[in-house]
């Protein structure tokens, strides 16, 4: 199993930053491949938002590519995303992920809320 605990998050102005923090932990750490970011609004499906392998690589959703920036810590197990340039349009409850194929993990979630 693998436990995952969010932090970041909160109201921020359009056009202004946040940084989010995820950390995980659990026996099954040692299999984790992926870690990422998703983010669900109200009445929309879950997506994508960006993930990281353990390698370093990265995928970013077409709408925050060159505004938000994935991170992950080997050591101490943390994947962290830097959001710049907010839009109302990013509102959401974000998610963290931890996947290796057949198995993925979510956080409970961290609100974010951009006014405008």
């Known amino acids: 199993q693998v436990q995952l605990v969010e932090s970041g998050g909160g109201l921020v102005q359009a056009g202004g930053s946040l940084s989010l923090s995820c950390a995980a932990s659990g026996r099954s750490i040692i299999t984790i491949i992926t870690m990422g970011w998703y983010r669900q609004a109200p009445g929309k499906q879950r997506e994508l938002v960006a993930t990281v392998t353990n390698r370093g690589s990265t995928n970013y959703a077409d709408s925050v590519k060159g505004r938000f920036t994935i991170s992950k810590d080997n050591v101490r197990n943390t994947v962290t995303l830097q959001l710049n340039s907010l839009q109302p349009e990013d509102t959401a409850v974000y998610l963290c992920?931890?996947?290796?194929?057949?198995?993925?993990?979510w956080g409970q979630g961290t609100q974010v809320t951009v006014s405008s």
């Open positions: 992920n931890a996947a290796r194929f057949p198995h993925s993990y």
